[in-house]
């Protein structure tokens, strides 16, 4: 293990909320382009991207109790090679656009839609992402290899 340099060492799992979890796990299994690799009632799960990080699908009824008091929230950006691409996509199968494709500066480009279930769903271009990708392979090329919704 490598050493950190602080408490977060990068994005394990982000799971979303679906009132209808049938039709969110198939809405997901179509945009990924595979199956779900570990299910049970009520979760189902994913590993996508270079990284075979997790994406996690909850049934609603299992969601905890909103906190009044608690107005934050958070959108996990998922870098994308092409971000109108990836956009395009996701409002074809049905996704509605929260915020149009916007650039950020230095090469970081930004866009999220909100997908069938309520969930805010962010897509970017992160120069910062490409760098360490390619830093973790050899050829930058070898973590994407066998990743079927690339």
Request: cysteine-free.
């Amino acid at each position: 293990m490598t050493e950190s340099t602080g408490p977060l060492r990068g994005m394990s799992n982000v799971s979303y909320w679906a009132e209808d979890h049938d039709a969110a796990t198939a809405w997901y299994t179509e945009l990924l382009g595979m199956e779900p690799y570990f299910q049970m009632p009520g979760y189902v799960e994913w590993r996508v991207g270079d990284y075979g990080h997790e994406l996690g699908l909850i049934d609603a009824r299992y969601a905890p109790k909103p906190m009044a008091d608690v107005p934050g929230g958070a959108v996990l950006n998922w870098h994308v090679d092409d971000i109108r691409v990836a956009l395009d996509r996701l409002l074809g199968l049905g996704a509605i656009l929260r915020e149009d494709v916007r650039e950020r500066g230095h090469g970081f480009t930004t866009a999220a839609v909100v997908d069938p279930f309520g969930n805010v769903l962010g897509v970017m271009t992160n120069p910062h992402y490409v760098q360490v990708l390619s830093q973790a392979t050899p050829d930058g090329e070898a973590a994407r290899a066998g990743h079927p919704a690339d």
